[in-house]
């Protein structure tokens, strides 16, 4: 394990948002779904790219609120921009268990 400086971990901007739609992204080398996700006035709508296919399906997705970093550099996936990194962990069946609050915050709060 390497370890980092606090001001390197707060250089991370870990945020809230609300994911507002789903499709599915058969471009996708690995089974993944497109995201749009609200991450409140002050950051907005963003895009991005999530391999969360084996335990989510897009209904369940609609209205889920996650933690996602913001301020990585874009990402082209294939034909398609990625703005945010969803985070999740990966369970022992290879699955994506979302990283969420455990109540509801408002979209764009800061994981401190």
Not at 32 to 51: E, N, T, V, W
Not at 59 to 78: S, W
């Amino acid at each position: 394990m390497q370890r980092i400086s606090w001001s390197d971990f707060r250089r991370v901007e870990l945020r809230t948002g609300t994911i507002l739609e789903v499709q599915d992204f058969p471009e996708a080398k690995k089974p993944a779904f497109l995201l749009r996700i609200d991450f409140g006035p002050k950051i907005g709508i963003l895009k991005s790219s999530a391999q969360i296919t084996k335990r989510y399906s897009p209904k369940a997705l609609i209205g889920k609120q996650v933690l996602a970093v913001v301020n990585f550099p874009v990402k082209q996936i294939g034909p398609h921009l990625s703005q945010c990194l969803v985070t999740g962990f990966e369970a022992e069946d290879g699955g994506i268990v979302l990283a969420v609050p455990e109540t509801q915050v408002p979209n764009g709060a800061r994981l401190l």
